[in-house]
């Protein structure tokens, strides 16, 4: 059987397989002519409904468990009721109760010639067909797209005029700011504004799953909480104690929404649920397979329920999560230090005494993301985007792979929040800046210093600087005495250093003693996100250095001496690097008044005044 575009099911019945139906004499009854005919089954706001020749079976109320399809099943002719019954119509049983009952009804209701064409069209073939097609029928009817535009045109315009100055300030995040703080939140407002960004990721194909990480009593679901408060009630789903599967079977709707686990020991542990959430975590969809027996053939078969996504996580613990979720998910840190705590101790004081304030109108905020929801511009370009993963750190764990997508996702964010403020290209898309990439690097930057701290433990960091930077040939004997540990301990870290590049050993390959001297950085040693003015440079053509040893400048004044030795000029430059000359002769200028560059007025040139690479 097919559905045709029109929300209709047909397929082949023979309504009289008994051969009765040809002998009624009336037009209201069908004829031989009927004998093989296409059912046609039509979808109503409340279910399915099937009618020929006088016959109209409708099947609403419609309900699907593991026990099969159910429904309320009203038989009529013309305008006269005959039985009204629920039945499950993949039960054998309850079908040809259902028709026996049917057949008495017709008898004792209904002329003995209407009797007989309802008792062959009703038979077990059709009730099966029923069943199909109430299996067809969605959950909603089908919404004309005209209609649904409108209704979201006007939506959008209602809500606009309530968001309107939110979407038109250039400074929104610090608004975010000013409603979480005076919601009670006290400290470094980074991580409830992270959550906030978090949140609104979901309008992303790849949102941004987030885990706060901090001691009991650190503020981590105060921190959640204040984030929510901004949000509508449909742009999350807040799963809090229950069966470790409830979240698979839930009928909530997880499209465009972020699951918020208010402790990480809420999410399930069982090796399939847990699978079902590594999967929300990574494809930001979830998926789960269920064995389950069918009364309709007796035997065992697979259910495969899908959540469709985007979908993110967000959660709190205070511990890392486990290792294959912990990788999937961007952890922040939480303040614990006695500063902070003397804040909180404050506020609550004031609070306590009257004097907190009162918090403010979440309404706008509220208006913003429904208005993003119906109106919003969800595709974004990031434009800086090879430049920045050609900056990155050099990897020191795979993970960073998805961690470098949580990076792009937090830039997307803030760009979709400043559309207003964004001119979109041909295509509709908006354009991420570097003024947002400095945005995200700041918000982020905490969190990839903890992740830094996960794959270099403290024991491993502590053993690679026990070798002075200059050192050289150091033997695991001297690591163990200088830290006093037994050689043994010192042995699995030195391998994992070695493994990871932190050590080098200069002794025969693969094989002790071994002769260590340090290796490259130490995650943390350097900063684990681009510089935005290095990024900046690199994607504009001509970088902005913070001193004249600055690798990327040296890199960038080498190509100049070494292929325009007298100076190169504004436009050459421009064409040689693609990008706009205005902009690239004022930052050539730039560069001239740090005394960095020379510029030759007459010819119009730009130069080094004298040129040696640094290495030589």
């Not at 407002?189 to 979901?202: C, D, E, K, Q, W």
């Not at 885990?211 to 809090?240: H, Q, W």
């Amino acid at each position: 059987m097919s559905s045709p575009s029109n929300g209709a099911g047909k397929g082949w019945y023979d309504p009289n397989r008994g051969g009765a139906n040809s002998d009624v004499p009336n037009s209201d009854t069908p004829t031989a002519d009927h004998a093989a005919c296409l059912v046609t089954f039509s979808q109503t706001p409340t279910g399915v409904s099937f009618s020929l020749d006088g016959l109209t079976v409708d099947a609403e109320d419609l309900d699907r468990d593991r026990y099969g399809q159910k429904a309320i099943v009203t038989v009529r002719w013309g305008s006269l009721f005959c039985y009204r019954d629920r039945v499950n119509l993949d039960d054998a049983r309850r079908r040809e109760r259902f028709f026996e009952r049917v057949c008495e009804r017709a008898a004792t209701k209904l002329p003995t010639e209407v009797a007989s064409v309802i008792a062959d069209r009703m038979n077990e073939d059709f009730l099966i067909q029923l069943g199909e097609e109430c299996r067809r029928w969605p959950e909603q009817p089908p919404i004309d797209p005209e209609t649904e535009k409108a209704r979201r045109a006007e939506e959008a315009a209602a809500v606009e005029a309530h968001a309107r100055t939110l979407l038109n300030d250039p400074d929104i995040l610090s608004r975010v700011t000013e409603a979480i703080q005076a919601h009670g939140y006290v400290g470094d407002p980074t991580p409830a504004l992270l959550v906030y960004i978090a949140l609104t990721s979901r309008f992303l194909e790849r949102p941004i799953n987030l885990a706060l990480v901090a001691e009991s009593s650190a503020g981590k679901n105060l921190t959640i909480d204040v984030a929510l408060k901004l949000m509508p009630r449909d742009a999350y789903y807040l799963f809090g104690s229950g069966s470790p599967r409830s979240i698979i079977y839930t009928d909530e709707d997880l499209s465009h929404k972020v699951v918020v686990f208010k402790e990480a020991d809420s999410i399930p542990s069982d090796p399939p649920a847990a699978a079902a959430i590594r999967a929300l975590a990574e494809d930001n969809e979830l998926r789960y397979e269920v064995t389950i027996p069918t009364k309709r053939t007796g035997q065992f078969e697979t259910r495969k329920i899908t959540k469709r996504g985007p979908t993110g996580l967000v959660t709190t613990s205070t511990r890392a999560l486990r290792h294959q979720l912990s990788t999937r998910v961007l952890r922040m840190p939480m303040a614990e230090d006695a500063k902070t705590t003397w804040e909180i101790l404050e506020a609550k004081g004031r609070s306590a005494a009257g004097n907190g304030g009162s918090p403010p109108d979440v309404g706008p905020f509220h208006a913003l993301q429904q208005w993003l929801d119906l109106a919003g511009v969800r595709r974004v370009v990031v434009p800086f985007g090879e430049e920045l993963a050609r900056l990155m750190p050099k990897p020191h764990d795979v993970r960073v792979r998805r961690d470098f997508e949580k990076v792009l996702s937090c830039v997307k964010t803030i760009t979709l929040l400043r559309q207003r403020q964004r001119k979109p290209t041909l295509g509709g898309e908006i354009v991420a800046t570097i003024d947002d990439y400095a945005v995200a690097r700041e918000l982020l930057e905490t969190s990839f210093y903890a992740v830094g701290e996960e794959i270099c433990p403290p024991v491993i960091r502590e053993t690679v600087e026990a070798i002075g930077k200059k050192e050289r040939r150091v033997s695991e004997r001297d690591l163990a005495t200088r830290l006093g540990l037994p050689k043994q301990t010192i042995s699995w870290r030195v391998l994992r250093a070695l493994e990871k590049g932190w050590l080098v050993n200069e002794g025969p390959p693969n094989r002790r003693p071994y002769r260590l001297r340090r290796g490259g950085p130490l995650p943390g040693d350097v900063p684990p996100l681009p510089e935005t003015r290095h990024v900046e440079g690199l994607f504009e053509g001509v970088p902005t250095p913070g001193s004249i040893l600055d690798p990327l400048f040296e890199a960038f004044a080498s190509n100049i001496a070494s292929r325009w030795p007298g100076g190169v000029t504004a436009a050459a430059w421009a064409a040689w690097v693609k990008r706009d000359p205005v902009m690239v002769r004022g930052r050539l200028d730039a560069l001239v008044a740090a005394q960095f560059f020379v510029h030759d007025h007459t010819e119009d040139r730009y130069g080094v005044l004298f040129w040696a690479p640094f290495g030589d």
